[in-house]
C-alpha cells in the first residue's frame, strides 16, 4: 500500500537468528515510543520497558506462543522494506504499527470465568484459538487504515497457519467506550461477546505478571469491573 509520502508494508516478524537482533532493534524503537506517546494504551509503563537488554527484546520476539505483525513505513524516495522485516540500513524504513497474535491455546486455558457470559469453547479437535492483542499505531499514521490492514494481514496468516482445525475463534478485549478501536474491529467481522476484568484481560494477553502490580496500584476494581468488552471472530480455513 501507498500514500503520497510512504509506501506501507505488512509482515510478521520471523524469528530466525539471521535478523532477530535487528527485528529487536526495529521492536524496540517503536515499543518504546508508543509507550512514551500513549502510556494510557498499555498495562506496562516506559519505565519498565526502557530498562529491557537486548535479550530481553529478543526474548519477547521469539516466544512460542506469540505471533508479533508490524507496518513498516517507507518514505517514497528509498527502498521498500521486504515482507520479512529487513531492510536496507539507509532505506529510512520505520515501524510504526504492531498487533500480536497469542495461541493456540487449549479450550481449558483460553476460557473466561462465566461471569465474563463468554461463548462456549468448542471441542480442541474442532477449533483453533487464539488470543489479538496489543495493537497501536503511531499517531502521526493514523486515519489511514492502516491498523485494520495489520490486523487483516495477521488474520490472512492464521488462514494460513496450517490446515486443521478448520475453525479458528479469534478473541480480543477491548477498553469499552474507545468507539473507535470497538468500530474497526467490527468492520474486521468481530462480534461482542461478552465482558472481562483488567485481571481477566491481563491472564488473557499472557500478561500474569503485572496482576498483582495492577491490584496494588488500583486495588479491587480490577478484579470487580467488567470493563472491557470481549469480542469474537470465526475464521474458517476450507
Given at each position: 500500500m501507498t500514500s503520497p509520502d510512504f509506501t506501507y508494508t505488512f509482515f510478521r516478524i520471523p524469528k530466525d537468528e539471521a535478523t532477530i537482533r535487528a527485528s529487536a532493534a526495529q521492536y524496540r524503537a517503536l515499543r518504546l515510543?508508543?509507550?512514551?506517546v500513549s502510556p494510557?494504551?498499555?498495562?506496562?509503563?516506559?519505565?519498565?520497558?526502557?530498562?529491557?537488554?537486548?535479550?530481553?527484546?529478543?526474548?519477547?520476539?521469539?516466544?512460542?506462543?506469540?505471533?508479533?505483525?508490524?507496518?513498516?513505513?517507507?518514505?517514497?524516495?528509498?527502498?521498500?522494506?521486504?515482507p520479512s522485516g529487513s531492510e536496507n540500513a539507509n532505506s529510512g524504513t520505520q515501524w510504526i504499527a504492531q498487533v500480536t497474535l497469542r495461541g493456540p491455546s487449549p479450550a481449558d486455558q483460553f476460557a473466561l470465568p462465566a461471569a465474563a457470559n463468554p461463548p462456549a469453547q468448542r471441542p480442541d479437535s474442532e477449533e483453533e484459538r487464539w488470543q489479538m492483542l496489543s495493537l497501536f499505531t503511531l499517531p502521526a499514521y493514523r486515519g489511514r487504515?492502516?491498523?485494520a490492514q495489520l490486523c487483516q494481514a495477521a488474520l490472512d496468516w492464521l488462514r494460513e497457519y496450517r490446515a486443521e482445525p478448520n475453525t479458528v475463534q479469534v478473541r480480543l478485549i477491548v477498553k469499552a467506550g474507545n468507539d473507535v478501536t470497538v468500530n474497526?474491529?467490527?468492520?474486521?467481522?468481530?462480534?461482542?461477546?461478552?465482558?472481562?476484568?483488567?485481571?481477566?484481560?491481563?491472564?488473557?494477553?499472557?500478561?500474569?505478571?503485572?496482576?498483582?502490580?495492577?491490584?496494588?496500584?488500583?486495588g479491587a476494581v480490577v478484579d470487580e469491573q467488567r470493563q472491557g468488552l470481549v469480542m469474537v471472530m470465526r475464521l474458517r480455513r476450507n
Open positions: 515510543e508508543a509507550l512514551q494510557g494504551s498499555f498495562s506496562s509503563t516506559h519505565a519498565i520497558e526502557s530498562a529491557f537488554t537486548e535479550d530481553d527484546w529478543i526474548a519477547r520476539l521469539t516466544v512460542p506462543d506469540r505471533e508479533v505483525f508490524i507496518c513498516a513505513a517507507t518514505p517514497m524516495t528509498s527502498t521498500t522494506a521486504s487504515g492502516l491498523g474497526l474491529y467490527r468492520r474486521l467481522g468481530f462480534e461482542d461477546a461478552g465482558r472481562a476484568t483488567l485481571v481477566e484481560a491481563l491472564i488473557a494477553n499472557g500478561d500474569e505478571e503485572l496482576v498483582e502490580v495492577v491490584r496494588k496500584t488500583h
